[in-house]
């Protein structure tokens, strides 16, 4: 079955580093790929999203390209923020599915 | 933020006691979803609608049942609470827009099983 595997955490940075969480998927078709953000004791927020190779997904100075030949989907920031601490998901939802299937959360500490 | 709205918001309960959580939307969504958030497997989907009284079971399932009598409430019942249960639930719903379905999450509810 269809499947995301993240990169295990804590990922832990300084103030204004460069940010890369690693996201790689299984999937048959052509899924619908995912990044979330969930800050602490809040739910799931959709940070970004892209639908077809190639795409490049981009929000709050986050981006994430689907790239179908790798299968993967990094997250990257180029200065991450003390505030952009948090737990990033990311998701598939494939072609004709409905259900979302999550990799397990890579926590990122981001230290002034 | 889409109109999603989980109550309670925080439960503690006793084992072997029935547990109902509601959710409800605002913007006649059709597709309503449960998951649950334990360390270590990330969300993992328990039940989901695909309209009023159409339900169908996810990969988490067993120990729990669902109801949607009407497109803003879904409902999600632990019959007989245990302590594996204790997690954080959350709903969501499904939007369809140019770039394809996107789901979105209520705010969650924490549930202890003692």
């Known amino acids: 079955g269809d499947s995301v595997t993240q990169m295990e955490g804590p990922v832990t940075l300084s103030e204004e580093a460069f940010l890369t969480i690693n996201c790689t998927y299984t999937a048959t078709g052509y899924p619908s790929l995912f990044w979330y953000v969930q800050y602490p004791g809040e739910g799931l927020q959709l940070l970004l999203k892209?639908?077809?190779?190639?795409d490049k997904g981009s929000n709050k100075g986050f981006e994430a390209t689907y790239r179908k030949e790798t299968t993967s989907f990094h997250l990257e920031k180029g200065s991450v923020q003390v505030s952009d601490s948090a737990v990033y998901f990311c998701a598939l939802v494939n072609t004709g599915f409905q259900k979302l299937v999550f990799g397990t959360g890579t926590r990122l500490l981001v230290s002034p | 933020d889409a109109g999603i709205t989980q109550s309670p918001r925080h439960k503690v309960t006793e084992t072997g006691t029935p547990v109902t959580l509601r959710c409800h939307q605002t913007e006649n969504h059709r597709y309503m979803y449960w998951y649950r958030q334990d360390p270590g497997h990330g969300l993992r989907l328990i039940h989901y609608?695909?309209?009023?009284?159409?339900?169908d079971k996810g990969e988490v399932s067993d120990g729990y049942s669902v109801s949607r009598s009407k497109t803003e409430d879904f409902l999600l019942t632990l019959e007989s609470a245990t302590s594996s249960q204790t997690s954080v639930y959350f709903c969501?719903?499904?939007?369809?827009?140019?770039?394809?379905?996107?789901?979105?999450f209520g705010p969650g509810t924490r549930l202890l099983v003692l």
């Open positions: 609608s695909y309209g009023v009284k159409d339900t």
């Open positions: 892209a639908t077809k190779a190639d």
């Open positions: 969501a719903i499904s939007e369809e827009d140019r770039g394809g379905k996107t789901q979105y």
